[in-house]
C-alpha cells in the first residue's frame, strides 16, 4: 500500500503530466473540435489501454532493470526533466499551432497508438509513481485507481476544451496563451525533478 505522502505527490505529479497539451491532449481537442463530447467521450478508454500497456511494461523492464544498475532511477530522472524541458519549449514555439475544425476526425486506433508511444508513460513509470508501483500486485492496483481517476477528467477536459472551441463558446479564451501557460508549468516540473536528483 502507498503511504499517504507518496500517494499525494504521484498524483499531483499525475494531474500535472496528464493536463498539460501534448499529442493525446491535441488529439482530445481535435475530436471535440470536429464531433463534439458525446461522439468524443469513447477515447478515453483508448488512452487509458494505451498508457495501461506501455506504464506496465516500462515499470517491469526498469523495475528489473535498476536491481543490476543502481544508477538508473537517476539517469531515468534526468532523461524525464530534459524530455520535459524540450516538452516545454516545443510546446511554447508550436502554440500557435493549435486544432482547427478543418482537421481529419480522430479515431480509436490513433488515440491508442499516439498514448502507446507518448513518452510520458516512461515518465509516470519511471519516475512519477512510487517505486513499490511495480513490486506488488496491491501498490500496482492502487497506483492504477489513482492515475485511472485523474485520466478520465484530464480527457474530458481537453474534449470539452476541443468542443468549446469549436462551439464558439471560448471566444475569450486565446489557446495559444493556454498553451504557453501550459509550457511554463512543464518547465518547472522539469526542473523539480533536476532539483530531486541532484539532491
Do not use: D
Request: charged share 5%; proline share 4%; hydrophobic share 55%.
Amino acid at each position: 500500500m502507498l503511504s499517504t505522502s507518496s500517494a499525494a505527490l504521484m498524483a499531483l505529479g499525475t494531474a500535472i503530466v496528464l493536463f498539460l497539451p501534448g499529442p493525446t491532449n491535441t488529439l482530445f481537442a481535435t475530436a471535440g473540435l470536429t464531433r463534439g463530447i458525446r461522439r468524443s467521450v469513447h477515447l478515453i478508454g483508448a488512452e487509458f489501454t494505451g498508457y495501461l500497456v506501455s506504464i506496465s511494461v516500462w515499470g517491469y523492464v526498469l523495475t528489473h532493470a535498476a536491481a543490476s544498475f543502481a544508477w538508473l532511477p537517476a539517469v531515468l530522472r534526468l532523461a524525464s526533466s530534459l524530455y520535459l524541458a524540450y516538452l516545454a519549449v516545443r510546446m511554447w514555439q508550436t502554440a500557435s499551432a493549435f486544432p482547427s475544425a478543418t482537421q481529419q476526425s480522430v479515431g480509436l486506433r490513433t488515440l491508442f497508438t499516439a498514448t502507446l508511444l507518448n513518452p510520458k508513460a516512461i515518465l509516470f513509470a519511471g519516475t512519477i509513481f512510487p517505486v513499490v508501483t511495480f513490486q506488488s500486485l496491491a501498490a500496482y492496483l492502487e497506483t492504477m485507481t489513482i492515475f485511472t481517476a485523474l485520466l478520465i477528467p484530464s480527457g474530458l477536459a481537453w474534449i470539452g476544451f476541443g468542443a468549446a472551441l469549436g462551439s464558439g463558446r471560448l471566444m475569450r479564451i486565446n489557446p495559444m496563451h493556454v498553451q504557453r501557460c501550459a509550457s511554463i508549468i512543464l518547465a518547472g516540473f522539469s526542473l523539480s525533478l533536476v532539483w530531486a536528483v541532484v539532491h
